[in-house]
Nanobody
């Protein structure tokens, strides 16, 4: 069993920054990649960023390129999402996910956290 627990969400003004973290645990934890997705009210879940545990290869949604940075701490089994220059349209519940391949599709991820709320005011 794999558990993912997100933290770091909150309320911030437009232009501000937040750092999300996801702690992974479980004896069988052997995913290849970690991803962040978000879901705004009334909208479908969308891809934000992904990273591979080995090699640190990254993938970003066009909407966050240059503003968000995903990173891992392999020893601590944590993945972080540094979000800068936040916009109101970044508002939503942010989910951490683990999967066997790096992808922008939520169907490729097998394990999900419970989500953390991010709200950006204008």
């Amino acid at each position: 069993q794999v558990q993912l627990v997100e933290s770091g969400g909150g309320l911030v003004q437009a232009g501000g920054s937040l750092r999300l973290s996801c702690a992974a645990s479980g004896r069988t934890f052997r995913p290849y990649a970690m991803g962040w997705f978000r879901q705004a009210p009334g909208k479908e879940r969308e891809f934000v960023a992904a990273i591979s545990w080995i090699g640190g290869f990254t993938l970003y949604a066009d909407s966050v390129k240059g503003r968000f940075t995903i990173s891992t701490n392999n020893a601590a089994k944590t993945v972080s999402l540094q979000m800068n220059s936040l916009k109101p349209e970044d508002t939503g519940v942010y989910y951490c996910a683990a999967g066997s391949r790096m992808s922008d599709s939520f169907s490729e991820y097998d394990y999900w956290g419970q989500g953390t709320q991010v709200a950006v005011s204008s």
